[in-house]
């Protein structure tokens, strides 16, 4: 079965400091990977996603994530975060033969000023 | 453009009764439509998906079941509530564009069963 998993529960970062968030899903075959954010009090909303193609994804927001076929990871980024940036943030998958989307568990990013 | 609506957005209910979360899209047709769990720490949990009118799959047993009586229409429910129905509840519409598809999620119900 598939499955996602985000290391990364709790993050706390400064201003300006970089940003990583680990994602790595398990299935064979091809997917299509997703990121989703939730600001406190707003609904869940797409950040980025990759189908096919440039494996580098930008989305919104400043942010990019890496899809690496081989280390199955797709690992969200951004060079400087903002104090509005503090958010959970959920990696999502699914496969090409369903239309299950499978999510990690979050991860709560805290940014302080 | 489409917009996905959830009613209501938080509601109080007592063990024993009844439920019916209501989730409705507007600007397109025929979409796939997913009831979703969240609970802390343990993301999101796909309840139920409907891929047409009438059409709903369970993705977990469990006290709840759902209905889709019109195409943009889904709606959850339950008999006899139990405190572990507690939880936020998050609606999603998709529409498939070959082996593409991307869901968007409504603003979701908080329940709480006392």
């Known amino acids: 079965a598939q499955s996602v998993s985000q290391h990364n529960h709790h993050v706390i970062l400064s201003e300006a400091a970089s940003l990583e968030l680990g994602c790595n899903y398990s299935?064979?075959?091809?997917?299509?990977l997703f990121w989703y954010v939730q600001y406190p009090g707003q609904h869940l909303q797409l950040l980025l996603k990759y189908f096919s193609g440039d494996p580098l994804v930008k989305g919104i927001k400043g942010f990019e994530a890496e899809f690496i076929k081989s280390k199955f990871s797709f690992n969200l980024r951004k060079p400087s975060v903002q104090w509005s940036d503090t958010a959970e943030y959920f990696c999502?998958?699914?496969?090409?033969?369903?239309?299950?989307?499978?999510f990690g568990t979050g991860t709560r990013l805290q940014v302080f000023p | 453009s489409q917009t996905i609506h959830q009613w209501p957005a938080t509601l109080v209910q007592p063990v024993g009764s009844p439920l019916s979360l209501e989730c409705t899209v507007e600007g397109t047709s025929n979409p796939n439509l997913y009831w979703y769990r969240q609970a802390a720490g343990r993301g999101l949990q796909l309840l139920f998906y409907?891929?047409?009118?009438?059409?709903i799959s369970s993705e977990v047993p469990q006290n709840l079941s759902a209905s889709r009586p019109q195409d943009r229409q889904f709606i959850l429910s339950s008999k006899k509530l139990l405190l572990s129905d507690s939880g936020f509840y998050l609606c999603?519409?998709?529409?498939?564009?070959?082996?593409?598809?991307?869901?968007?999620f409504g603003p979701g119900t908080r329940l709480l069963v006392l």
């Open positions: 409907s891929v047409g009118i009438g059409q």
């Open positions: 299935y064979g075959g091809t997917v299509n």
């Open positions: 999603a519409w998709s529409r498939t564009s070959g082996n593409q598809e991307t869901q968007y």
């Open positions: 999502a998958v699914n496969s090409y033969n369903t239309d299950k989307l499978i």
